[in-house]
């Protein structure tokens, strides 16, 4: 995390505490949910694919994974935070 964020890697993680959101989105990646609210709330981020490729780049690394967890997980977080109806 401290070669993506360098010093603001303190305050991803700070928001992981206080959400509990470290948890890992997928085992196999070093990415945390922290990240795609880090991304939100403090990147401007508005559209999941913004996240997914920009942000949390995972859809780089595995399409599959990026498509079956990071975007499910990226819109409800979204829609969580921008209070998007059903």
Known sequence: MIETYGTRAIR????????DMLER???DYPFCEAEILYAIR????QKPNDIACRRVPLAFLDEKIAK????P???E???KEKNWSA
């Not at 403090?42 to 981020?45: D, I, K, L, S, T």
């Not at 079956?68 to 975007?71: R, V, W």
């Open 12 to 19: 991803v993680v700070k928001l992981g505490k206080e959400n």
């Open 25 to 27: 989105i997928h085992p």
């Open 42 to 45: 403090e990147e401007m981020a």
């Open 68 to 71: 079956e967890i990071l975007l």
């Open 73 to 75: 997980k990226v819109t």
């Open 77 to 79: 977080i979204l829609a």
